[in-house]
């Protein structure tokens, strides 16, 4: 979203959208990426002698699905204040679907919009991944 826009309800929701499946060649660039080089999200058999059954995502990987997301709904030139809490692990092979809804909108000093949105991210098994606020100043045409 970009430029001027009608003000926005609460009740608006994103158009839902899937990330995946995910590869572990995915967290290895994320890795890199981030400068996260925790080799749980990398080497195989260092997190199978951890006890998990296979390297596993970044939490912060999903958070930038999750902003991508939102950023892409709402504009990310508009995007005011971003959160999320992470609930569960994900795997290689996992699919996150990511979805919002608008939850509070007020106005601003300045004829604009300040809209605030729940976000989240789900793993086909139904469970979130994670879970998040965000806030976005948009402006109003008139």
Known sequence: MTGTATAIAVGTRAQPRTF????????VRYSGASG???PMHYDDIIARAAGHPSVF???MHQSALLATFATD???A???RRFGVRFKEQ???GDILTCTGEVTDTRPTSDGGQLVTVELTCTRQTGGAAITGTAEFR???GS
């Open 90 to 92: 994900v795997w290689p």
């Open 57 to 59: 995502s970044q939490g």
């Open 138 to 140: 948009i402006d109003i």
């Open 36 to 38: 996260d080089l925790n």
């Open 73 to 75: 709904w709402l504009g």
């Open 77 to 79: 030139t508009n995007l």
């Open 20 to 27: 995946g499946p995910l590869t572990t060649q995915m967290f």
